[in-house]
């Protein structure tokens, strides 16, 4: 049982550039977010997906789109990478009832030069 | 709107008590939640606490909820150096979403 798992860990972006991040879950949960990580500033909610087929608007959706083909992933992109968006980013997971304990990746050090 | 606030740090010494403070926004919150993410890695549930209840105590570590000043504590007795750490509370929202505060860096001096 892996829990949440993020590819890549590490990636260095020139402005302008496109990427995509992976999260993968294989806990059969339900709901599965993105979040990016800044000093400061706590986590901050990109997206968010409530089940297989679904996404919603986080606190901070502009400049990433997601997708959730499958109920185990959930794919972050950057369309046109900025150095705004140089930050850590955890993906979580967690089931549907009352208690919502969030499961987190390791995590995703992105730097956008 | 919703906001969780918390201090950004502090320092005990190794063996003292540590008391980490947060206030929320949200009263209809069910559970209220602390985190704990240890250096390079995700968070981790510590505990929760459900809102009904005043206090919870799980071996070192007490949570207090005064829902009427809307605050959160957690209290590490007998803090250790692998208790350093950055400690995030959370509130759950009413659209399956947890609001979490800025953290707290806990730094244990030996």
């Known amino acids: 049982n892996a829990g949440v798992t993020q590819t890549p860990k590490f990636r260095v972006l020139k402005t302008g550039q496109s990427m995509t991040l992976l999260c993968a879950q294989d806990?059969?949960?339900?709901?599965m977010y993105w979040y990016r990580q800044d000093p400061g500033m706590g986590l901050r909610l990109i997206h968010y997906s409530v089940g297989e087929g679904t996404t919603a608007k986080g606190e901070v959706p502009d400049g990433y789109n997601v997708s959730r083909l499958k109920k185990q992933n959930f794919l972050l992109g950057l369309e046109s990478a900025a150095p705004s968006q140089t930050s850590v980013y955890f993906c979580?997971?967690?089931?549907?009832?009352?208690?919502?304990?969030?499961?987190f990746g390791p995590g995703t050090r992105l730097t956008v030069t | 709107g919703e906001d969780v606030e918390q201090s950004l740090f502090l320092s005990v010494r190794e063996g003292d008590s540590s008391v980490i403070n947060c206030t929320y926004t949200d009263s209809s919150s069910t559970y209220l939640y602390w985190y704990k993410q240890e250096p390079g890695a995700g968070l981790q549930l510590l505990t929760y606490i459900f809102s009904n209840m005043d206090m919870k105590q799980d071996q070192r570590l007490t949570v207090l909820l005064n829902k009427k000043d809307k605050h959160l504590s957690l209290r590490i007795a007998d803090t250790q150096t692998g208790d350093s750490a950055i400690y995030f509370c959370a509130e759950a929202s009413a659209t399956n979403k947890l609001i979490f505060g800025t953290g707290t860096l806990l730094a244990v001096q030996p």
């Open positions: 806990m059969n949960h339900e709901y």
């Open positions: 979580a997971s967690s089931y549907s009832g009352a208690l919502r304990e969030q499961y």
